[in-house]
């Protein structure tokens, strides 16, 4: 995998940063010094050449001189928590730190540079964004798609006269960003794309974490609560939960582990089958025999070769996500099927808290979070830096090339110590396939 960082050119405008604040050169990154990507070493095998990564953060010196610089932010995909405090952080790092003051924001994701769009961009301004952080959602609206003619969007960027675009989204998102970058290199045109990754489900490549996430979880986590005390509440109670994870059953894991008080957590990566005399329903009917009530978290794309409609399916959103049957109601209803051939009580009591979830603005960590990616996407847009996205790996902040970060998905991995510990938390069989 190649982790070199595009440059439009040679970087020659002296960073405003350390004029305005001259005790802080020793914040400035040293582009000769690396992230290792794997920290974990192997002391019985030979120390193979691990790959490394650019450290993110400012730079010495510009590519673009900061008083004719004129930037742009787009939001697109489905809502997160975390999205104004990202639109906020890069208006006020522009503006306040190298002194951009002309930043328009892009309505309605890609949409909104389609050739004849009705969304109008917006001057954004310390003004208008000062107070975003603390509402959820995105000031600038959001959607799917609009990247089905890539030229055309790089001919509104170039008419508008734009330097750099900020994009603020996921695998979608940042596939047409890359797009967007490679088409504006084969014009020659010096224009910056730097990706600031959104997924709630913490899904992308080399990067530790992705914002929205932590908040994601920790919302979660209080719908666990709700279904462990509605379980508890009923004879033979089961409180069903689905959450966000359409590959990754990683918002399943960490609210698991973090609440405790799941019993059976069913995630994409790891398959299951539902019938005796080793599925899930005949774990718990013998759960509900000893202990009278159980919580099951699923993630929404778990599951799904059990639904006889997704089989062979292919209709898409706009953003190119096969539409996933509801797994969450599945099981619910199989359930209900099982107990009531066995004449056995069972109340289960369904919660899918996902739209509240996804609507919620940043907690206090994730805020943090995502104004200090809004600080080092402007440091490197800044220093004409392309066709990347900044992210954090073993706790540094890093940059990582679009082309990297979309080749494929992070998933749990089912062997790892954390998946071990997720089962050791919830306590169900590590398989429960009859096969």
């Known amino acids: 995998m190649d982790f070199s960082i595009k440059t439009l050119g040679e970087c020659r405008f002296r960073s405003p940063i350390l004029d305005n604040y001259p005790h802080l050169e020793s914040a400035f990154i040293d582009e000769n010094k690396r992230v290792r990507l794997n920290v974990i070493v192997d002391v019985n095998n030979p120390e193979e050449e691990e790959p490394t990564l650019e450290i993110a953060g400012q730079r010495r010196k510009l590519y673009f001189n900061p008083p004719y610089t004129r930037a742009a932010i787009v939001t697109c995909g489905g809502l997160c928590p975390g999205l104004n405090d990202v639109i906020r952080s890069i208006v006020m790092e522009s503006h306040y730190h190298y002194g951009v003051t002309s930043i328009m924001g892009i309505r309605y994701g890609y949409n909104g540079l389609k050739e004849g769009s009705p969304y109008a961009p917006v001057e954004l301004t310390p003004d208008k964004v000062k107070d975003i952080h603390k509402i959820g959602g995105t000031i600038l609206g959001s959607s799917r798609g609009g990247t089905d003619n890539i030229n055309s969007l790089v001919d509104s960027l170039e008419k508008m006269g734009i330097n750099i675009l900020y994009t603020i989204g996921g695998d979608g998102t940042l ?45 979660a986590v209080e719908a666990i609560s709700g279904a462990h005390v509605e379980a508890n509440g009923a004879p033979n109670g089961v409180g069903l939960v689905k959450l966000m994870g359409r590959h990754s059953g990683f918002i399943a894991s960490y609210a698991s582990l973090a609440m405790n008080d799941v019993n059976f957590i069913l995630v994409p990566e790891q398959p ?51 539409r996933l049957n509801d797994i969450g109601v599945y099981i619910k209803e199989r359930i209900t099927s099982y107990f009531r051939d066995r004449e056995m009580e069972v109340n ?4 899918d808290p996902s739209y509240l979830i996804r609507s919620e603005p940043a907690c206090p960590n994730d805020s943090l979070f995502c104004g200090l990616l809004g600080q080092y996407a402007v440091h490197a847009g800044m220093a004409g830096k392309t066709d990347m996205i900044v992210g954090m790996i073993n706790d540094t902040y890093i940059h990582v090339p679009i082309k990297a970060a979309v080749t494929g998905r992070k998933t749990i991995d089912v062997t790892s110590q954390f998946w071990n510990n997720v089962l050791q938390a919830t306590g169900q069989p590590g398989n429960m396939k009859n096969s």
Request: neutral net charge.
């Open 272 to 322: 299951f089958d539902l019938d005796p005399p080793n599925g899930l329903l005949f774990h718990l009917e013998n759960y509900l025999i000893k202990r009278k009530h159980a919580v099951i978290c699923v993630a929404e794309g778990a599951g799904q070769e059990h639904m006889v409609s997704a089989k062979g399916n292919t209709e898409r959103d706009k953003s190119g996500n096969i």
């Open 175 to 219: 596939t047409g960003a890359h797009e967007i970058a490679s088409i504006a290199e084969k014009r020659g045109l010096p224009l910056s794309v730097i990706g600031i990754p959104k997924t709630i489900d913490n899904d992308i490549n080399f990067i530790q974490k992705s914002f929205g996430f932590e908040t994601a979880f920790s919302k």
């Open 348 to 351: 289960v009591k369904y919660i």
